[in-house]
């Protein structure tokens, strides 16, 4: 899956973290911000876009915006090296034993980026086997653990994660950065002699991102090319539904017309009506019976009968008692004849002469198309969310689906049933569901209201939602706002080991059951701005998010 892009990517990052080591907090001037000290007054919400450059607008010569480029490095965790052995993809059905990480609250997906810090003995242990085993070097497994009571459960489907890039500390502990690879299935779990634990796991095959079959679709020729023949070759279709474009001007209104029988003229407009009727007319209209029309052949759309509709407001700029004396019913038809012909000259027809080739109807084919879902969620993605952009993968659907499944910002459990979902057309169908309906963010454990979709901030490249580790070794998962409600904070804001250099943290909790749900991270230089932002924890948002 695009290596080269991968290592081009990753390669871009040594650099930029290289480059920390020399200079100071990198930040983009840009003016479209006020400096001022009270966050009401600054507008955020123009904050999360990919385009960092400078702008017209409010904010000072001497003012500074956060670049989101510097989270996603996760330089917290100093300089890392690139491991030497790395391993090809697996193919599906493929059975591995490798060391597991078991992670509270957090969900890896095929392509998201994944920090780790270890400090116990056994997890130190498995990392060495990890970077040293021949089956699949430099990986190891995560899989989700959540809590049932006081009963710790684990989840029957994780992603392999590959390190990429490592620290080895005075203290013998590990930074590592890892990037998920392949789902699997767990299919059984054991603990190592040297106490970390491992399992045996079986790669997840994949499916191929479906489209709409080429063929499944056709238009309807003429009736009167059809006389003669057997029943069979009478249902044929003319022009697959691939060359519809190709053939626009060929398969027009006019030509397709031509080619009709009166009486399939008389039918096809009566279809017409019928259509314009149903999706038109109320209760309360005059319905036209157009059955008179067909009797004498014409169409009630043509030139004769608008012209017959022009000769007699005519007449009565010549006659004014001429209006007087036609009945409501005249007019009424007269009315609906107009609207017809405004109905057909404004709607693309040829949508009514599609008949399937196959069972089911079009509609149905393109709920499963994974092409044009991509393309759905994609768009969805841009007007919710906006970065970062994923345009560049609609023609990969698979990759699509995963990415947006892992910066998706909702609850761990709704993004572990991402994961454990077969089938590309089958997530993404969930996902711009999600992208549809997300609106609040509660608190899992009271379900007070602490955010809303209006107030998201992405302060990271990889997107409104991501992991990063604090320095006990604890992953937490975090979506960003830059407004939250009902939450109180306890202690004093603390500069060292922040996710987002040049800000401090502080603890938040639920103001209502006072469970910890992330952090407010404020800025320690007055001129940089979001001068404050709100991390909340993925594993506490509640699974509504209506």
């Not at 497994?141 to 009963?151: C, F, H, L």
């Not at 998962?477 to 409600?485: G, L, P, R, V």
């Amino acid at each position: 899956m695009d290596e080269e892009r991968i290592r081009e990517r990753e390669r871009l990052q040594i650099e930029q973290i290289r480059e920390l080591d020399f200079e100071e907090l990198q930040v983009e001037e840009v003016d479209y911000l006020h400096d001022s000290d009270s966050d009401d007054d600054v507008d955020l919400s123009a904050f999360p876009f990919s385009s960092h450059a400078q702008a017209s607008g409010n904010l000072g010569d001497d003012e500074l915006i956060f670049n989101p480029a510097l989270s996603s490095l996760h330089t917290y965790l100093g300089e890392v090296e690139d491991t030497p052995n790395r391993i090809a993809y697996a193919d599906g059905g493929t059975v591995l034993k490798i060391p597991l990480f078991y992670l509270e609250g957090v969900v890896l997906f095929p392509e998201a980026t994944l920090p780790l810090r270890i400090i116990q003995a056994s997890f130190l242990a498995a990392v060495e086997k990890a970077l040293n085993q021949t089956n699949a070097p430099s990986t190891i497994g995560v899989i989700r653990v959540y809590r049932e009571g006081a009963q710790l459960k684990y989840a029957s489907v994780g992603t392999t994660a590959e390190i990429r890039q490592f620290r080895r500390l005075g203290d013998g502990s590990f930074n590592v950065i890892t990037r998920g690879q392949q789902r699997f299935r767990l299919v059984r779990r054991w603990t190592d002699i040297e106490g970390f634990p491992c399992g045996e796991l079986q790669i997840v095959e994949e499916d191929v991102p479906l489209r709409t079959p080429r063929d499944a679709f056709g238009k309807l020729v003429p009736l009167s090319k059809l006389q003669g023949r057997s029943p069979l070759s009478a249902m044929t279709l003319s022009t697959p539904l691939k060359d519809m474009d190709a053939q626009s001007v060929a398969n027009s209104e006019e030509s397709f017309e031509s080619a009709l029988s009166p009486s399939e003229k008389r039918l096809h407009y009566s279809v017409v009506d019928s259509i314009f009727y149903n999706s038109a007319s109320s209760e309360d209209d005059l319905v036209v019976n157009t059955s008179d029309m067909q009797s004498s052949g014409s169409n009630p759309y043509s030139s004769r009968s608008i012209g017959c509709l022009a000769s007699d407001h005519d007449d009565e700029k010549e006659d004014g008692q001429s209006s007087i004396s036609k009945t409501p019913v005249s007019q009424e038809i007269c009315q609906k004849q107009n609207r017809l012909a405004n109905f057909r000259g404004n709607t693309d027809l040829s949508r009514f002469r599609m008949a399937p080739r196959a069972f089911w109807p079009f509609w149905l084919y393109r709920m499963y198309d994974s092409y044009y879902l991509a393309q759905r969620a994609a768009d969805l993605w841009k007007q919710i969310v906006g970065v970062p952009n994923m345009e560049a993968f609609v023609n990969k659907p698979d990759i699509l689906s995963f990415s947006i499944a892992s910066k998706i910002p909702v609850s761990e459990s709704i993004r572990q049933e991402l994961l454990e979902l077969n089938g590309v057309s089958y997530r993404l169908q969930r996902e711009i569901e999600l992208l549809e309906s997300f609106d609040r963010v509660r608190c899992k454990h009271c379900q007070t209201v602490i955010a809303r979709r209006k107030d998201m901030l992405v302060m990271s490249n990889e997107g409104p939602l991501g992991a990063y580790v604090n320095p006990h070794g604890y992953v937490h998962e975090i979506m960003t706002f830059y407004k939250a409600n009902d939450i109180a904070l306890t202690g004093r804001p603390v500069e060292k080991d922040s996710w987002f250099p040049g800000y401090a943290w502080t603890i938040a909790n639920c103001a209502t059951c006072e469970t910890q749900l992330g952090w407010l991270f404020t800025a320690t230089n007055k001129k940089l701005k979001p001068s404050s932002f709100w991390a909340v924890r993925g594993s506490q948002v509640a699974d509504d998010m209506c």
